[in-house]
């Protein structure tokens, strides 16, 4: 076993030096005005949402969505013309308790059967005026029936060919804090936590 990772690695970085998938003359792009502009999805198995919210206060609970959907439209040279938006399944949701993710699928908490998916959909997006990797995502969260304003702070990791499967990449990360109150999810209220913090992860592959 403790061999796996390094012949693992060793093989994926010889197959993509093969396929001359990263070269001196493509490097990866930290630098979000030279990220090719168009349409990208997101990548399902490098795209997450991982939530955090107190339990009873002895503990931070933290879980994740799974298998998200989401379409990015990025014009670089004029970031407010671009376009997010997003779909999460929530019979996805991976709590690491098989009892606790039927619970949530339940009318206590997600009412999944009646709402089976929630969206995001960008209604602004503004950079940083001091730092371009960094911008304030605004849009709509639509959970449980329930649409509510979300801002999201955005940060731009980097942009190039992806040496394992030769699409060009760009990935992000994201934080945002909801009320779950809002969105008509008041099971448990005051022993467990109203206030939702979400970690996003994503990245996104070009179309051809």
């Known amino acids: 076993m403790s061999s796996f990772r390094p ?3 060793a093989a994926i970085l010889a197959a993509a030096a093969t396929a001359g998938a990263v070269t001196a003359q493509d490097p990866f792009v930290t630098d979000p005005a030279q990220v ?3 349409v990208y999805d ?3 198995s490098h795209g997450k949402i991982t939530w955090s919210v107190s339990h009873m206060g002895f503990s931070t ?3 994740q969505f799974v298998n998200v959907s989401g379409e990015l439209t990025l014009d670089p040279a004029n970031p407010a013309n671009s376009a997010l938006s997003a779909t999460v399944p929530l019979a996805d949701v991976a709590s690491n308790d098989d009892g606790l993710n039927g619970h ?5 908490f997600f009412d999944a059967e009646n709402h089976p998916t929630a969206t995001f959909v960008a209604t602004s997006i503004t950079v940083d005026d001091d ?3 960094e911008a304030t995502v605004t849009g709509d969260l639509t959970l449980r029936g329930v649409t509510r304003p979300v ?4 940060e731009f990791n980097q942009a190039g060919v992806n040496p394992v499967n ?3 990449t760009v990935g992000f990360d994201g934080e945002a804090t909801i009320q779950r109150s809002e969105f008509g999810i008041d099971y448990g209220l005051p022993l467990l936590g109203d206030e939702v913090e979400l970690h996003i992860e994503g990245e996104f592959i070009l179309r051809d």
């Open 7 to 9: 012949v693992a690695f």
């Open 36 to 38: 090719r502009a168009g």
């Open 42 to 44: 997101l990548d399902a």
């Open 61 to 63: 609970y933290v879980g």
């Open 104 to 108: 949530l699928l339940t009318a206590d």
């Open 131 to 133: 730092d371009a990797d």
């Open 151 to 154: 801002v999201m702070e955005v």
């Open 166 to 168: 030769q699409r060009y």
